[in-house]
């Protein structure tokens, strides 16, 4: 009886510390889970954290108040009102003598060329602009607020410490003491960067703006969008409803499958040999940047909306048919209308890896420097992780905010692009 009692307890005993053992393990694994989980956070929020610390600025700009006056000897000498002189005048030449007229103290070349230094060369691309639409505004006097050059917007954001030696900034101690003076003056200031979302690319980074990158990004996802999604789901549907099971149509499915995890660089070294090397299509045009991204985009789509088709109940199909429906009708009128929101929801995956994607369109030529606006698919243009990419790798301070900038404009873009597809899901969704 006692060797029965002490086998119990010596089983009771080892149950006891398995249990224990079991509850440790399962302890650690839930520890090891949530610092994972944590670590994933916080890395997350360093990330957007430093995006928008130095972001954020970009959207604020510093311009400096000038009285300009549209002389007539300096902009129209001949009095002739010819498109062409008035295009050709030296407009900077007005921005020096308001700014020499604010400090008439200021002589000799070095000094005056410093002064001169705080206004960004736009303000003259401004003043041109101005009076090539208005030739009746010669010879009048007007307030307006120009550019400062972005060594002076970096000072005033506090990106360059003021009390710092005069040898580790770019400004001189003259010149700071010029941006105390117009600040105390109220006209120095920062202000909605207008040209942020107004200018193309730009050396200089305070002209330098995303609208460019922005177009060439609609317009190249616009023509992915209208090849990618009919071809792929008309593919899906073709080969989850009407393709025959058999050696062919498994090749076919293991390759789009494989397709979907080829690097996206080689879609680009396709484009570059077949749209640019074979057809012949223009360089940096977002038609061929579509065609790439149509590729690229196209195995995601078809997986996504195979699922979507999978997903909707063998009785829908069933019910259609044994109503004396045809399989197309079958297919069209109730099997698409309930797969169409997971089919959606593919598109806007594969929409947003495009958005996302620079390798191929660097491949294509969509890196070049362009500063003027895209009109159509066949202009030269780029896209804006490209403009990121080329941003990054200027050294000028001012490109610094303006990388994070177009960053935090991309994400917006991303964060439109998973809102409407978000609605467009919710409002063709259909219950069963």
């Known amino acids: 009886m006692s060797s029965t009692n002490r086998t119990a307890a010596e089983t009771q005993a080892l149950v006891t510390r398995s249990l224990a053992r079991r509850y440790r393990a399962e302890r650690r694994f839930r520890f090891y889970g949530l610092t994972a989980v944590l670590a994933g ?7 957007f954290g430093t995006i928008f610390a130095q972001g954020l600025s970009v959207f604020q700009q510093s311009y400096v108040k000038v009285e300009v006056f549209y002389d007539p000897a300096i902009i129209d000498p001949a ?18 003598e308001s700014l020499k007229a604010r400090f008439p103290q200021v002589e000799g070349r070095r000094d005056l060329r410093e002064l001169y230094g705080l206004v960004s060369s736009a303000a003259s691309i401004e003043l041109q602009q101005r009076i090539t639409a208005d030739p009746d505004a010669i010879g009048t006097r007007e307030t307006r607020w120009v550019l400062a050059d972005d060594t002076v917007d970096m000072l005033i954001k506090g990106r360059v410490a003021r009390n710092a030696p005069e040898d580790e900034r770019r400004l001189s101690d003259q010149q700071v003491g010029w941006i105390a003076a117009l600040e105390r003056d109220g006209t120095l200031e920062l ?52 393709a025959p099971r058999n050696r062919l149509t498994d090749i076919i499915e293991v390759n ?12 680009g070294l396709l484009g570059l040999a077949m749209f640019i090397g074979f057809f012949g299509l223009p360089r940096s ?14 195995p995601t789509i078809i997986i996504a909306s195979r699922a979507a088709l999978k997903a909707v109940p063998p009785s829908i199909r069933e019910a259609a048919l044994g109503m004396g429906a045809s399989r197309l009708q079958m297919v069209a009128h109730h099997v698409l209308p309930l797969a169409v929101p997971g089919m959606l929801t593919g598109a806007i995956i594969g929409m947003a890896r495009a958005l996302g994607e620079s390798a191929p369109l660097l491949m294509i030529g969509m890196v070049a420097f362009i500063v003027e606006v895209p009109q159509g698919v066949f202009d030269p243009a780029t896209a804006l992780p490209v403009q990121v990419f080329l941003w990054s790798d200027l050294p000028e301070r001012g490109f ?7 960053i935090i ?8 692009m998973n809102a409407t597809a978000v609605l467009l899901r919710n409002k063709f969704e259909k219950r069963w």
Do not use: H, K
């Not at 990618?228 to 080969?239: D, E, M």
């Not at 789009?256 to 879609?267: D, G, K, R, W």
């Not at 404009?409 to 439109?416: A, E, I, M, R, T």
């Open 79 to 96: 009095g002739t009102r010819n498109p062409d002189d008035l295009v050709t005048a030296d407009y900077q030449a007005l921005v020096r």
């Open 191 to 242: 202000r909605f960067n207008r040209a942020f979302f107004s200018n193309g690319d730009s050396r200089d980074p305070e002209q330098a703006g995303v609208r460019g990158a922005l177009i060439g990004s609609l317009l190249t996802l616009f023509i992915t969008l209208l090849l990618s999604f009919p071809i792929g789901v008309g593919a899906a549907v073709y080969l989850e409803e009407f």
């Open 41 to 47: 956070l916080v890395f997350v929020v360093f990330l």
């Open 400 to 406: 610094i905010e303006r990388t994070s900038g177009a």
């Open 256 to 267: 789009i499958n494989n397709l979907a995890a080829v690097p996206s660089i080689v879609f």
């Open 409 to 416: 404009v991309l994400l917006l873009f991303l964060l439109v």
């Open 285 to 298: 045009a977002p038609l061929v940047g579509g065609f790439v991204l149509t590729l690229l985009t196209l």
